[in-house]
């Protein structure tokens, strides 16, 4: 089957979400916490409209389409300034969602230009890739990251909202 990587379009947005909304019934947060679809829409739209900028707030979107021109898998990049203070740029992963079924080299070739975009730019000082225990697979994709030259570099923590839980038990 004949896969092509290109820059998302505005047009793209909604099957975007629906992909979020697909992988999102897959993750932790499946019936406690929603998609704000109209929030995700919006928030992809800007990234789209950033999409090869090159400072801080520039942002990567690719989408990875068969040849029905059936988005199978995306991946979103965005610039920040290193602890939003520095006056060099982080590049950090925000998305890397594929369909049930998509190509088992989707997810590397989206990564693969992820990390070209932003090692191509000289006021990057580092690339980030990250995961968390959202998603079933959250902790096997460390292995391939790993595999592409990056090093574990810290730690997430989570504590459920107490205050939460008690106005729901009230």
Not at 16 to 21: R, S
Not at 91 to 110: C, H, M, N, T, Y
Request: hydrophobic share 45%.
């Amino acid at each position: 089957m004949t896969m092509q990587i290109r820059p998302a379009r505005s047009v793209d947005v909604f099957a975007l979400v629906e992909m979020l909304e697909e992988q999102h019934a897959r993750s932790r947060y499946a019936g406690r916490v929603a998609i704000d679809a109209k929030y995700a829409r919006s928030l992809l739209a800007q990234a789209i409209q950033r999409h090869g900028g090159t400072h801080a707030g520039g942002a990567l979107v690719n989408v990875l389409q068969d040849g029905r021109e059936v988005i199978q898998a995306f991946c979103v990049g965005v610039l920040d300034r290193v602890y939003q203070i520095g006056d060099r740029l982080v590049a950090q992963d925000a998305f890397l969602v594929a369909r049930e079924g998509a190509p088992p080299l989707a997810s590397i070739k989206l990564l693969s230009r992820y990390i070209q975009w932003a090692a191509t730019n000289p006021a990057v000082f580092e690339i980030t890739l990250s995961h968390t225990d959202a998603m079933p697979e959250g902790e096997r994709i460390g292995a391939l990251y790993e595999r592409l030259g990056f090093q574990k570099c810290g730690a997430l923590y989570r504590r459920d909202n107490i205050a939460r839980k008690e106005a729901l038990a009230a």
